[in-house]
C-alpha cells in the first residue's frame, strides 16, 4: 500500500482500513482465488471473468491463499455465516440454505478445519495434499461446477442451494 496519503487511512480492526471515511477490507473470488483489496468486492473478477463471486475474507486467508503461508485462525463460526449470507445475498443464482442445521453443520466443520489446517477447506470434499490443488476446496468454492449443483440443486455439503 502506498504512505503517501497515510493520513487518510484510519486502522479499524484486523485487515479492515478506513480511507476517507469507506472500509476497505479483503475479497477472494470463489471461482479461481483472486483476491481484491477494497471497499466494495468487484462485480467481475479481472481473472476468471466470473461475475459476483466474491467473498469476504481476512488477512489470514489472503496471505494463505497468495504465499501459502500459515497464520492464526480468525473467523469464527457466526463470521462465516454472515460472510457466506453477504455473498448469496448479493447473487441471485444461488442462496444460503434455509436449513440452518445445515448451515451450522458446514461452520463448524469448515471452522474445525480452519484450526486443524488452517485453510477455511471444505468439511465434505477429500484434499489431495497438494497446497494449490487443495486452494479450490477452500470455502466457499467453485460449487458451479460439481455435479451435486446440476443433478440437485446444492453444493456437496448443502452450504448453498439454487436460489
Ligand atoms: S461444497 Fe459447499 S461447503 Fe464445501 S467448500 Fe464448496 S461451498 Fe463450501
Ligand atoms: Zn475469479
Known amino acids: 500500500m502506498g504512505l503517501r496519503n497515510t493520513e487518510q487511512y484510519a486502522e479499524a480492526d484486523s485487515g479492515r482500513l478506513e480511507w476517507n471515511g469507506q472500509e476497505k477490507t479483503l475479497w477472494r473470488c470463489i471461482v479461481c482465488n483472486d483476491v ?3 471497499s466494495e468486492p468487484p462485480g467481475t473478477c479481472p481473472t476468471c471473468m466470473s461475475t459476483d463471486v466474491y467473498v469476504k475474507s481476512d488477512p489470514q486467508e489472503a496471505r494463505q491463499v497468495m504465499l501459502g503461508l500459515d497464520g492464526d485462525v480468525e473467523t469464527d463460526e457466526e ?3 454472515e460472510c457466506w449470507k453477504e455473498l448469496a445475498g448479493r447473487n441471485d443464482e444461488f ?3 434455509p436449513d440452518t442445521e445445515d448451515v ?3 461452520a463448524r466443520g469448515v471452522h474445525r478445519g480452519e484450526e ?3 485453510m477455511k477447506y471444505c468439511p465434505c470434499q477429500m484434499k489431495s495434499g497438494d497446497f ?3 486452494l479450490g476446496l477452500v470455502c ?3 460449487f458451479f461446477i460439481q455435479p451435486s449443483w446440476d443433478e440437485k440443486g446444492e453444493c456437496w455439503c448443502k452450504l448453498f442451494v439454487k436460489g
Open 132 to 134: 494449490v490443488a487443495d
Open 140 to 142: 466457499p468454492c467453485n
Open 95 to 97: 442462496r444460503l440454505n
Open 116 to 118: 486443524e489446517h488452517g
Open 36 to 38: 481484491h483489496y477494497g
Open 79 to 81: 463470521g462465516l455465516v
Open 104 to 106: 451450522e453443520l458446514a
